[in-house]
């Protein structure tokens, strides 16, 4: 961990994890908005390799709703 100069999460203080899970919160909400290359690449995805009919507003949508979840999960601590 750069910030830290530290590689090992137990040898760091309780108030410096507390900084790094919060910059990683931080990263994570920031990508929430997908950009449309993105988008292109979740539709080429479903739709080309899965086989699935889907727009890439589809693929925006499921990405919102997936980082939704994963800062939630953070916030409920199941993360």
């Known amino acids: 961990m750069a910030e830290t100069g530290r590689d090992d999460w137990g040898h760091i203080d309780a108030d410096q994890r507390e900084k790094l899970k919060q910059t990683a919160l ?3 909400k920031a ?3 997908p950009t449309p290359v993105m988008c292109q ?3 080429e995805l479903l739709e080309t390799e899965r086989g699935h ?3 890439a507003s589809d ?3 499921a990405w919102q ?3 939704d979840a994963a800062v939630g999960a953070h916030a409920a601590g199941k993360a």
């Open 65 to 67: 709703v997936m980082i």
């Open 53 to 55: 009919v889907v727009g």
């Open 41 to 43: 690449a979740g539709h």
């Open 26 to 28: 931080a990263v994570i």
């Open 31 to 33: 990508l929430r908005v």
């Open 59 to 61: 693929a925006h949508d």
